[in-house]
Nanobody, 122 residues
Framework: QVQLVESGGGLVQAGGSLRLSCAGS????????MGWFRQAPGKEREFVAT????????YYADSAKGRFTISRDNARNTVYLQMNSLKPEDTAVYYC???????????????WGQGTQVTVSS
């Protein structure tokens, strides 16, 4: 059973940056593809970015390309999401997720963190 805990959310002005972290435990971290998703009030959870087991492959939603960077440190059992040039529309609860296969679909992931709130003011 994999447990995931996100941190690093907060309130930031438009144009600012935040770095989210997600610490994993309870499994062999490098066995899992990792993803970041987000959910704004009244909206469905949506894909943000994913990274392969050893970090060689990344994939981003169009909304994240050029502004967000996903990375991982398997020695620290941690995945990161560096978010730059933040916009008010990035406001959401951000979740990390783990799965042996992964991908860009919410339904593909077996393990989820509790989420961390990101609020971007205009």
């Amino acid at each position: 059973q994999v447990q995931l805990v996100e941190s690093g959310g907060g309130l930031v002005q438009a144009g600012g940056s935040l770095r989210l972290s997600c610490a994993g435990s309870g499994g062999i971290f490098s066995n899992y593809n990792m993803g970041w998703f987000r959910q704004a009030p009244g909206k469905e959870r949506e894909f943000v970015a994913t990274i392969s087991r050893i970090g060689g492959g990344t994939y981003y939603a169009d909304s994240a390309k050029g502004r967000f960077t996903i990375s991982r440190d398997n020695a620290r059992n941690t995945v990161y999401l560096q978010m730059n040039s933040l916009k008010p529309e990035d406001t959401a609860v951000y979740y990390c997720a783990a799965d042996r296969l992964g991908g860009s679909k919410v339904s593909a992931y077996d393990y989820w963190g509790q989420g961390t709130q990101v609020t971007v003011s205009s």
